[in-house]
Nanobody, 126 residues
């Protein structure tokens, strides 16, 4: 399984970015797929996920109404549209998928058998 994230960069507060994660090496629709992020000095935290076959979307409270996740099966790609970005959104964003990853009882969960991309840096600063 390979996950290649892209689309990060430097943006001013209030701006927008769209992250992409191209997946290969497995049947794209088999698993949920989504995003975590990690800011300097902080723990990794779940941002959003979308179920297999795009049945449902989940978001962390701190991005609800600002971020939108989607998946394109034809391109084996998941997207994260990020609007109204804040300095607190500054982090490395990681794409993740696998048999354990998902949203369960209010939390994003993952396991040892899940695959992670290398991450893309998002910096929100004036």
């Amino acid at each position: 399984v390979q996950l290649q994230a892209s689309g990060g960069g430097l943006v001013q507060p209030g701006g927008s970015l769209r992250l992409s994660c191209a997946a290969s090496g497995f049947t794209f629709d088999d698993y949920a797929i989504g995003w975590f992020r990690q800011a300097p000095g902080k723990e990794r935290e779940g941002v959003s996920c979308i179920s297999s076959k795009a049945g449902s979307e989940r978001y962390a409270d701190f991005v609800k109404g600002r971020f939108t996740i989607s998946r394109d099966t034809a391109k084996n790609t998941v997207y994260l549209e990020m609007n109204s970005l804040e300095p607190e959104d500054t982090a490395v964003y990681y794409c993740v998928t696998g048999p354990t990853f998902g949203y369960y009882r209010g939390s994003f969960v993952y396991g040892n058998n899940d695959a992670w991309g290398r991450g893309t840096q998002v910096t929100v600063s004036s």
